[in-house]
């Protein structure tokens, strides 16, 4: 079964059963036109049960993460309601990137290093004073095999002020570098962006940039001249069944619900209308569609004079 974008967007009635996903200011409103049959029963790790034969049939496992679009779809869906829900003030986060000063191409490492890490910034904390904090980290593969942290710091007042080179000590591998979150529409799909774009020169360097899904074009804010992203490049570099994203235990889900559209835009209310689009599934031999999924998403607090146009 294949995916593909719809030809119109799909409305529900106002007596349709919906989802609906509050993520702190973001409020999704997915509909399905049918209820989606389970047609198989997983057996076990390596083998599931194909329930319209009764046959036992074995995985197709993927090497990478990028082979398997639903998985990785899924994770990035995640991450964006999780960070929406725990970030409703931009002011309260500081986005972080930890780097190495050597080419460390080792995931396992990389989440040791951040470990120690962690235990060294709560030290500081302490000592300096400054409020308590929840974190969420993400790792980033880079073209040429090495590794980045991003990091989340999240506070339930305004984040503090901690000077680069502090940060630098306790981290120790390398560089670091602390970025605003000024004006963000969705913080969730601002900083998701960094874990499946790719810049078009680091596509090019990995010889990978056949299959990929889009170029896009970023223009700078100072003047100076685009600059282009591969959608969804990084993708392909995450190993197989690598976690994309951690998260401290403090940190909120997002709250889902099934229940009318009706009900559901009495909640959405005066929230603004960001983001809409409609998919259907589809046999890609016989072209019969199964289903048609329209997503709608609003935003309560919504900048007007944003630089980040971000969609889920």
């Not at 506070?155 to 502090?166: G, K, L, T, V």
């Not at 591998?173 to 962006?193: I, Q």
């Not at 570099?237 to 976690?243: A, S």
């Given at each position: 079964m294949k995916v593909r974008k719809a030809g119109g967007l799909i409305s529900p009635f106002a007596d349709s059963t919906v989802t609906l996903t509050i993520m702190g200011n973001i409020l999704e409103v997915r509909y399905q036109m049918k209820e989606i049959e389970p047609k198989i029963q997983k057996y076990d790790k390596d083998h599931y049960i194909d329930l319209r034969t009764g046959e036992l049939c074995k995985f197709n496992h993927n090497t990478t993460r990028a082979e398997d679009i639903g998985s990785v779809a899924q994770s990035l869906r995640r991450l964006r309601a999780i960070i929406n829900t725990n970030v409703t003030n931009p002011q309260t986060a500081l986005w972080i990137t930890l780097t190495y000063r050597d080419n460390m191409t080792d995931p396992k490492q990389l989440y040791e290093d951040f470990r120690r890490f962690q235990g060294r910034l709560i030290t500081y904390h302490r000592k300096n004073y400054l409020p308590h904090y929840e974190y969420i980290t993400a790792a980033e593969p880079q073209g040429r095999g090495a590794w980045h942290m991003h990091l989340l710091l999240?506070?339930?007042?305004?984040?503090?002020?901690?000077?680069?080179?502090?940060?630098?000590?306790?981290?120790?591998?390398?560089?670091?570098?602390?970025?605003?979150?000024?004006?963000?529409?969705?913080?969730?799909?601002?900083?998701?962006?960094?874990?499946?774009?790719?810049?078009?020169?680091?596509?090019?360097?990995?010889?990978?940039?056949?299959?990929?899904?889009?170029?896009?074009?970023?223009?700078?804010?100072?003047?100076?001249?685009?600059?282009?992203?591969?959608?969804?490049?990084?993708?392909?570099?995450?190993?197989?069944?690598?976690?994309?994203?951690?998260?401290?235990?403090?940190?909120?889900?997002?709250?889902?619900?099934?229940?009318?559209?009706?009900?559901?835009?009495?909640?959405?209310?005066?929230?603004?209308?960001?983001?809409?689009?409609?998919?259907?599934?589809?046999?890609?031999?016989?072209?019969?569609?199964?289903?048609?999924?329209?997503?709608?998403?609003?935003?309560?607090?919504?900048?007007?004079?944003?630089?980040?146009?971000?969609?889920p």
């Open positions: 999240i506070y339930s007042e305004r984040a503090p002020f901690i000077p680069n080179d502090s940060l630098a000590q306790i981290w120790r591998h390398g560089f670091t570098k602390t970025t605003a979150l000024k004006n963000v529409n969705n913080v969730g799909a601002y900083l998701s962006a960094y874990l499946g774009d790719m810049s078009l020169e680091e596509t090019l360097s990995t010889g990978n940039l056949s299959g990929a899904a889009e170029v896009k074009e970023l223009t700078q804010s100072n003047g100076q001249s685009s600059k282009y992203y591969v959608k969804g490049a990084r993708l392909r570099l995450y190993p197989k069944g690598f976690r994309l994203y951690r998260k401290s235990k403090g940190i909120r889900l997002p709250k889902i619900a099934e229940m009318s559209y009706a009900d559901a835009m009495k909640i959405v209310g005066a929230a603004h209308l960001t983001y809409e689009k409609s998919i259907e599934l589809f046999d890609e031999q016989s072209g019969v569609v199964y289903n048609q999924i329209s997503y709608k998403q609003y935003n309560r607090v919504y900048y007007n004079n944003t630089k980040h146009g971000t969609s």
